[in-house]
């Protein structure tokens, strides 16, 4: 496995690899490689002989009162994982590499509509920060495939909206989220819980679960079945930011015609911030 820094030497390895007719996947990441990360590996190796995987923790998707200074780094591990796994490269971009102007003369991209709305509304600037870093990492590595996680639902389809409205060669894969034994959904940001929030947190996902069952089952005032819900959560030991049930092809509000659903949530277990979702069919 190359570890490159440089966007150059980056760009000569895939100019060789395009005259090679090698198919590129790519998986970009902020690090702190958990096993939900490594699947995603795993997943594009099956379609692409290389396989490139970036770790650059993005300051532009902070908010001013978020967690960019303390989010964990493990780099000799994420490392050792990915060798493992025979990745191609490990690009490592320095951030005066990547906003060389500086984070506030950075051209930007943003997703109007799908940005601003769940946990966009929550934390405004997030997504316009994601679609900035990217857009600027696919035009760095030129990828035919790119791996994300599901269980950033609505990330997800701010990147598959960016990806055809900027007519990107590219295909957008969304692997499932990858769960531990009790639920919980697998993320960097769950090593920020000390034993008595780990305890509790997989009821996040239980209380999606449960909100499911009583849609399937015929229960149609969502109002109040998400009032409930956060209420539950609340008396566990959640402080519940959002419950939100939509389309899952559109994100907008549910309609009389829509079967396909999406239950996204996001609760502050302590300090730290736990989101999930659940798709599901009605």
């Given at each position: 496995?190359r570890?490159?820094?440089?966007?150059?030497?980056?760009?000569?390895?895939?100019?060789?690899?395009?005259?090679?007719?090698?198919?590129?996947?790519?998986?970009?990441?902020?690090?702190?490689?958990?096993?939900?990360?490594?699947?995603?590996?795993?997943?594009?190796?099956?379609?692409?002989?290389?396989?490139?995987?970036?770790i650059?923790?993005?300051?532009?998707?902070?908010?001013?009162?978020?967690?960019?200074d303390?989010?964990?780094?493990?780099?000799?591990?994420?490392?050792?994982?990915?060798?493992?796994?025979?990745?191609?490269?490990?690009?490592?971009?320095?951030?005066?590499?990547?906003?060389?102007?500086?984070?506030?003369?950075?051209?930007?991209?943003e997703?109007p509509?799908?940005?601003?709305?769940?946990?966009?509304?929550?934390?405004?600037?997030?997504?316009?920060g994601?679609?900035t870093?990217?857009?600027?990492?696919?035009?760095?590595?030129?990828?035919?495939?790119?791996?994300?996680?599901e269980?950033?639902?609505?990330?997800?389809?701010?990147?598959?909206?960016?990806?055809?409205?900027?007519?990107?060669?590219?295909?957008?894969?969304?692997?499932?989220?990858?769960?531990?034994?009790?639920g919980?959904?697998?993320?960097?940001?769950n090593?920020?819980?000390?034993?008595e929030?780990?305890?509790?947190?997989?009821?996040?996902?239980?209380?999606?679960c449960a909100?499911?069952?009583?849609?399937?089952?015929?229960?149609?005032n969502?109002?109040?079945?998400?009032a409930?819900?956060?209420?539950?959560?609340?008396?566990?030991?959640?402080?519940?930011?959002?419950?939100?049930?939509?389309?899952?092809?559109?994100?907008?509000?549910?309609?009389?015609?829509?079967?396909?659903?999406v239950?996204?949530?996001?609760?502050?277990?302590?300090?730290?911030?736990?989101?999930?979702?659940?798709?599901?069919?009605?």
């Amino acid at each position: 496995m190359r570890v490159i820094q440089d966007i150059d030497a980056l760009r000569e390895t895939r100019r060789a690899w395009r005259a090679s007719e090698e198919e590129i996947a790519f998986v970009p990441t902020m690090g702190n490689l958990h096993k939900g990360h490594l699947r995603l590996v795993e997943e594009a190796k099956k379609v692409s002989s290389k396989v490139v995987v970036s770790i650059f923790v993005n300051p532009l998707q902070f908010g001013p009162d978020e967690d960019l200074d303390a989010y964990p780094k493990t780099l000799e591990n994420d490392t050792a994982a990915l060798a493992a796994l025979d990745v191609d490269v490990l690009f490592m971009p320095k951030i005066d590499d990547i906003y060389s102007r500086g984070l506030e003369q950075q051209t930007f991209v943003e997703v109007p509509g799908l940005s601003y709305m769940i946990c966009g509304a929550s934390r405004p600037g997030h997504f316009r920060g994601v679609a900035t870093i990217v857009c600027k990492l696919f035009n760095m590595v030129q990828p035919n495939h790119a791996f994300f996680g599901e269980k950033d639902f609505q990330q997800l389809q701010v990147i598959k909206a960016m990806v055809t409205d900027l007519s990107m060669n590219l295909i957008i894969h969304g692997i499932p989220t990858q769960r531990h034994e009790d639920g919980l959904a697998m993320s960097s940001r769950n090593g920020y819980l000390d034993n008595e929030q780990r305890a509790i947190a997989h009821l996040l996902y239980l209380e999606l679960c449960a909100l499911r069952e009583r849609i399937k089952a015929g229960a149609r005032n969502f109002s109040e079945l998400i009032a409930a819900a956060k209420q539950r959560l609340s008396d566990a030991g959640f402080n519940p930011d959002y419950i939100e049930l939509r389309s899952a092809q559109t994100l907008m509000q549910v309609g009389h015609e829509d079967k396909d659903l999406v239950i996204l949530a996001a609760a502050f277990c302590g300090k730290t911030r736990l989101i999930d979702n659940l798709r599901f069919a009605i």
